[in-house]
């Protein structure tokens, strides 16, 4: 006799259509999708999701970050809510599962649900949160960062975009400001079903990252002043060369990492000259250096190198240096009865698994200040993530997804 539930499964074909239609929405110029967090096409992603949750039977609420919470009712209205999340913005040059694969998983579970009359003790609630990437507003994971109280309502709401836009301006445009107080609602768990974006899940043959941890992160954002002058008619000997700094800066950023293997990343995706104009040496450079470690130690030695020697280099080069944090979370270490049970979902349903630590950054990493969280993963094809040809296949995501239905459903005790 099998227990209720035990051969649950979710249907793969809805929940990969299901991708298909939100990946229209904020299209790439190469297959992806660019729906950065507040646009009109994030807007758009929002009204999409809503309508499918509405038609499933789950009532929206949303706080004061835009965060889209929608409710599966459960038997006992008084029990804390299983949340089950991710976010549907993305890069500027994304793929169409990072982040999407984890709210769309989410409806799908509670659709299954539904087609089976299953009814659980716990409401759950399909989570969208705003502004995950961290592109547009810096830092990444806002929204869950205010949830959790890491950051103030009004400190998210100062943030701005390289066009000076503030994030409460851009959702108030889009129209998205909830009136639920930001980390109100109190959580009995909360699951997070995500793409590797790395290489090891693949590599192994593995279907399913069973994730003990999440890495580290700091962002660290350089202001460097130098002098702008003329690229033709300045002596090399005059020049107080801030892009030449930011070279070095990012030379000696490349050594630390190397110098911290294994177990350490850090680089530059993003550097702003200024004016940016071919025949001027820029007055100032900004730019945010991104280091991570799961290990606590090697993370915070790596940040007082990089700050201490990028002074050095830019005092060598008479270029004055200025450093803010604008983003950071310690290792994560998740809910070990949440892992477990996670593992034994993989298990029960024949998957092969591995516990694994994440590489990126994600919401979970918040929502396990103030609940017991965990995430699951699936492979993505050679590791690649925030690259337009991001790639999945129709099978690990409906795998990683049955696994998180049994996890969730587990969590949430259906009732017979
Ligand atoms: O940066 C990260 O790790 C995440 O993708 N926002
Ligand atoms: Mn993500
Ligand atoms: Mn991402």
Same mark, same amino acid.
Request: include cysteine; glycine fraction near 12%; charged fraction near 20%.
């Given at each position: 006799?099998?227990?209720?539930?035990?051969?649950?499964?979710?249907?793969?074909?809805?929940?990969?259509?299901?991708?298909?239609?939100?990946?229209?929405?904020?299209?790439?110029?190469?297959?992806?999708?660019?729906?950065?967090?507040?646009?009109?096409?994030?807007?758009?992603?929002?009204?999409?999701?809503?309508?499918?949750?509405?038609?499933?039977?789950?009532?929206? $609420?949303?706080?004061?970050?835009?965060?889209?919470?929608?409710?599966?009712?459960?038997?006992?209205?008084?029990?804390?809510?299983?949340?089950?999340?991710?976010?549907?913005?993305?890069?500027?040059? $994304?793929?169409?599962?990072?982040?999407?694969?984890?709210? #769309?998983?989410?409806?799908?579970?509670?659709?299954?649900?539904?087609?089976?009359?299953?009814?659980?003790?716990?409401?759950?609630?399909?989570?969208?949160?705003?502004?995950?990437?961290?592109?547009? !507003?810096?830092?990444?994971?806002?929204?869950?960062?205010? !949830?959790?109280?890491?950051?103030?309502?009004?400190?998210?709401? &100062?943030?701005?975009?390289?066009?000076?836009?503030?994030?409460?301006?851009?959702?108030?445009?889009?129209?998205?400001?909830?009136?639920?107080?930001?980390?109100?609602?109190?959580?009995?768990?909360?699951?997070?079903?995500?793409?590797?974006?790395?290489?090891?899940?693949?590599?192994?043959?593995?279907?399913?990252?069973?994730?003990?941890?999440?890495?580290?992160?700091?962002?660290?954002?350089?202001?460097?002043?130098?002098?702008?002058?003329?690229?033709? +008619?300045?002596?090399? #000997?005059?020049?107080?060369?801030?892009?030449?700094?930011?070279?070095?800066?990012?030379?000696?950023?490349?050594?630390?990492?190397?110098?911290?293997?294994?177990?350490?990343?850090?680089?530059?995706?993003?550097?702003? !000259?200024?004016?940016?104009?071919?025949?001027?040496?820029?007055?100032?450079?900004?730019?945010?250096?991104?280091?991570?470690?799961?290990?606590?130690?090697?993370?915070?030695?790596?940040?007082?190198?990089?700050?201490?020697?990028?002074?050095?280099?830019?005092?060598?080069?008479?270029?004055?240096?200025?450093?803010?944090?604008?983003?950071?979370?310690?290792?994560?270490?998740?809910?070990?009865?949440?892992?477990?049970?996670?593992?034994?979902?993989?298990?029960?349903?024949?998957?092969?698994?591995?516990?694994?630590? +994440?590489?990126?950054?994600?919401?979970?990493?918040?929502?396990?200040?103030?609940?017991?969280?965990?995430?699951?993963?699936?492979?993505?094809?050679?590791?690649? +993530?925030?690259?337009?040809?991001?790639?999945?296949?129709?099978?690990?995501?409906? &795998?990683? &997804?049955?696994?998180?239905?049994?996890?969730?459903?587990?969590?949430?005790?259906?009732?017979?």
């Amino acid at each position: 006799m099998t227990a209720p539930g035990e051969n649950l499964r979710i249907n793969g074909d809805r929940l990969w259509d299901s991708l298909m239609q939100m990946a229209r929405i904020g299209p790439g110029i190469a297959g992806g999708n660019n729906r950065q967090t507040l646009t009109d096409a994030d807007g758009e992603g929002r009204a999409l999701f809503r309508r499918w949750c509405e038609d499933a039977g789950l009532s929206m $609420g949303v706080d004061r970050m835009g965060t889209m919470f929608m409710t599966r009712a459960g038997t006992d209205p008084q029990a804390l809510p299983v949340y089950v999340g991710s976010h549907l913005d993305t890069q500027p040059t $994304g793929g169409k599962y990072d982040g999407v694969l984890g709210v #769309l998983s989410g409806l799908e579970l509670a659709r299954t649900l539904n087609d089976l009359g299953i009814r659980t003790k716990h409401p759950i609630v399909v989570t969208n949160w705003t502004n995950e990437e961290g592109a547009r !507003f810096a830092p990444a994971m806002l929204a869950s960062g205010v !949830f959790a109280g890491v950051h103030t309502l009004d400190y998210a709401y &100062a943030r701005k975009d390289l066009d000076g836009k503030t994030f409460g301006e851009e959702l108030e445009r889009i129209g998205w400001v909830g009136d639920e107080e930001v980390g109100a609602r109190k959580m009995h768990a909360y699951f997070e079903y995500h793409i590797e974006q790395g290489p090891i899940l693949e590599a192994a043959g593995k279907q399913i990252g069973v994730v003990t941890h999440c890495q580290g992160l700091w962002w660290l954002e350089f202001t460097l002043t130098g002098k702008e002058a003329h690229t033709g +008619s300045t002596p090399m #000997l005059m020049r107080v060369n801030a892009g030449l700094a930011m070279a070095r800066i990012m030379e000696m950023v490349q050594t630390v990492a190397m110098e911290n293997q294994p177990g350490a990343v850090a680089g530059v995706g993003q550097v702003k !000259f200024s004016p940016n104009s071919r025949n001027v040496l820029p007055g100032t450079v900004v730019s945010t250096v991104d280091l991570r470690s799961p290990d606590q130690m090697k993370l915070d030695g790596m940040r007082a190198r990089i700050e201490a020697e990028a002074k050095q280099i830019a005092g060598a080069l008479g270029v004055d240096c200025s450093v803010e944090a604008v983003g950071h979370f310690d290792p994560v270490t998740f809910d070990p009865t949440l892992v477990e049970r996670v593992r034994k979902a993989a298990e029960g349903l024949g998957y092969t698994h591995m516990d694994i630590v +994440s590489g990126a950054g994600h919401d979970a990493c918040w929502a396990a200040k103030v609940a017991p969280a965990t995430m699951v993963m699936c492979p993505c094809v050679d590791g690649l +993530s925030h690259n337009e040809a991001e790639e999945i296949s129709k099978e690990w995501a409906a &795998a990683g &997804a049955d696994v998180l239905l049994h996890a969730v459903a587990e969590t949430a005790e259906i009732v017979p």
